[in-house]
Nanobody
Framework: QLQRVESGGGLVQIGGSLRLSCAAS????????IGWFRQAPGKEREGVFAMRSNGIWTRYADSVKGRFTISRDIAKNAVYLQMNSLKPEDTAVYYC????????????????WGQGTQVTISS
């Protein structure tokens, strides 16, 4: 069974930073593309950032360009989402997900999901 556990969420002020972690078990990251998604209250879930299994190719949403980055630690089998210059509109539950094949921001293409972690940006 593939499992993903997100952590690192919390409450932070506008302009602050957070780093989310996605720890994988039951599979190795170098065989799956990993995506980060978020869902704000009353909104659909949207793709934020994704990384291909080779750890090189990435894809991200325009709304996070220049503020968020994705990285991974193969030894820890973990993927990270570094979020800087946070804005109120970044408030959401953040999920990591895994899929075979190339990285995308389409949630319907991901097969395995974590339970999510809440990120709240306060003024």
């Amino acid at each position: 069974q593939l499992q993903r556990v997100e952590s690192g969420g919390g409450l932070v002020q506008i302009g602050g930073s957070l780093r989310l972690s996605c720890a994988a078990s039951g599979f190795t990251l170098d065989a799956y593309a990993i995506g980060w998604f978020r869902q704000a209250p009353g909104k659909e879930r949207e793709g934020v950032f994704a990384m291909r299994s080779n750890g090189i190719w990435t894809r991200y949403a325009d709304s996070v360009k220049g503020r968020f980055t994705i990285s991974r630690d193969i030894a820890k089998n973990a993927v990270y989402l570094q979020m800087n210059s946070l804005k109120p509109e970044d408030t959401a539950v953040y999920y990591c997900a895994a899929k075979r094949g190339i990285e995308t921001l389409r949630e319907d293409e991901y097969d395995y999901w974590g339970q999510g972690t809440q990120v709240t940006i306060s003024s």
